[in-house]
């Protein structure tokens, strides 16, 4: 049984950053964290995704140059640095895992993920 566990949101101006945390406990090998994001009235959207076995990391465009995902093996723990938050960032911010082994392509949407955190609400002011 995997479990994971969000932190690190809050509420922040405009311009701003925000760091994310998600720890894993559980099997992880070979597998793939993402982020999404869920803003009221919306369905939930890829962010960003990293490989726990390699260093691949993938963003969407919205948050290219503004995010980055980032692990640590040894805490089993996913990071979202999130710098230059815009008000449209706003959401309640999941980490989700898919165990599934994918050599050429990355899972990018909900039903592709096993696993799902808590979420954890990042807010951005104007």
């Known amino acids: 049984q995997v479990q994971l566990v969000e932190s690190g949101g809050g509420l922040v101006q405009a311009g701003g950053s925000l760091r994310l945390s998600c720890a894993a406990s559980?099997?992880?090998?070979?597998?793939?964290m993402g982020w999404f994001r869920q803003a009221p009235g919306k369905e939930r959207e890829f962010v960003a995704a990293i490989r726990w076995s390699a260093d691949s990391t993938y963003y969407a465009d919205s948050v290219k140059g503004r995010f980055t995902i980032s692990k640590d093996s040894a805490k089993n723990t996913v990071y979202l640095q999130m710098n230059n938050l815009k008000p449209e960032d706003t959401a309640v911010y999941y980490c989700?895992?898919?165990?599934?082994?994918?050599?050429?392509?990355?899972?990018?949407?909900?039903?592709?993920?096993?696993?799902w955190g808590q979420g954890t609400q990042v807010t951005v002011s104007s």
């Open positions: 559980g099997r992880t090998f070979n597998s793939c």
């Open positions: 989700g895992l898919d165990l599934t082994f994918r050599l050429h392509n990355i899972a990018v949407t909900t039903d592709e993920y096993d696993y």
